[in-house]
């Protein structure tokens, strides 16, 4: 499969349909069922203590691979979160921002699934996975 | 088992510890191993479309737990989230505020298990389940 | 909604089309949206010490939510399992029967949600928790 | 890290402790944070239509996991699976074994975390995902 949208295609769709997180997040690279997600971490993202709260590392994943899913289908329609399974492994690294590598295991006519390691820019042990799936609409398939 | 916190004693909990979230929760009643939470629907829990995004509802269900936990064991350390699983099942109505209903299933020395089911404030179907694992550092045990 | 198989409707529904589990389980009652199914409990499903196996727990909590679907929806077509997860929270209790109590969440026309809370007969405190998600065929809707 | 238990050393483990299912299992491979598994899939494992029950898969992915903690910290004592999530992502080939990819992601003083990918044997696209937290005995440390 080829495809349908690439790094700044990605980039374009974030900034228009996602005004409110685009600005922190960075497509560090895009291939057919992979991708590399950057999230610059700032106060928003942070809990007391300085750590990066759940919710952001939830997010991240989430984003990272529904633009997996637009790359390879184009951005056609709206694919609907139905459920994820996330694993919080270790304390994110004070001011490193995270990075998310994306993998698609399914792109179905109805399901795709896929799955994120997370880890804090330049340190090898992963703070989070997640996996994710998402209903794709009919008009989609 | 006794509550060692009540719904005010978890209330200044959370305005004392998580300024950022604490003007949009509600916490409705507290009984043992078991909690209801509401969260004020705002400008910044919507995605495009005015539905509530995946991470709010994500962090409505974290924090119901983790309080459910306080109101148990006291303010006495901090609870870490080691996983969750999430299944978003419906669009949750626009306008609506969010109430979770959150039930502590286990309370063990290092590990303790809650779940919660989310409404749109009036509606009877959930928009979403979630449960999460916490792990309890020894101090608290 | 009402229900399209009663419990020995059910119960005649397992013999014939999964006889190799079919000995093992009672359905003890059946609702609209909700299962209460009992695993007899012999050697097959136990491991090394006496503790039943987690496989053995997933397949109660399996079948339990896919014979409440079928309850809603009668015996027409195949639902699949597409996502599980499930907390393992305490032993069960040695040679006591599991009783899992199903809700279904959801019913929809392509995904269906439920769960189930699994307790040692006789014992209040639940041994594991499981939320599973199935696609519903075309046919089925 | 070095392994503590190698391939020889985990087929040893599993012929004495688990008995019921090391005559299904075979270890491919082991290294540091690593480990391929197959099972040899009989009648046991199929349902109706020729397919892997989920109980199965669910299976291979647990002792996967399990084995592969072993082979870090040695058969010194039991860790407990506390919580899984799977995702089923297409039907197995019939007649063919499966083969699951396990990575550890963490393996700290009190949880262990890992993942496998399961495929057909022979076949590219995943069947299944599996994610697994372990607790881990004070002793084990």
């Known amino acids: ?3 349908q ?3 700044d295609g990605l980039t374009a769709f974030l900034a228009r349909d996602f005004p409110q997180v685009a600005d922190q997040l960075r497509i560090e690279s895009v291939a057919p069922m992979a991708l590399r997600l950057r999230m610059l971490i700032d106060e928003r993202h942070l809990r007391p203590g300085g750590t990066v709260s759940g919710p952001a590392m939830f997010g991240l ?3 990272g691979v529904y633009l997996a899913i637009l790359a390879m289908v ?3 329609a709206l694919a609907v979160t139905t459920s994820c399974s996330v694993d919080f ?3 994110p690294a004070a001011g490193a921002d995270l990075v998310a590598e994306v993998r698609l295991l399914k792109l179905g006519r109805v399901l795709a699934v896929g799955d994120a390691l997370i880890h804090s820019d330049g340190v090898a042990a992963p703070v989070a996975r997640a996996s994710l ?3 794709i609409p009919p008009a989609m398939g």
């Open 74 to 76: 184009g951005p056609v």
């Open 1 to 3: 499969m080829e495809l």
């Open 61 to 63: 994943a989430d984003v």
């Open 133 to 135: 799936t998402y209903s």
């Open 5 to 7: 949208l690439d790094a």
């Open 89 to 91: 492994m270790r304390k």
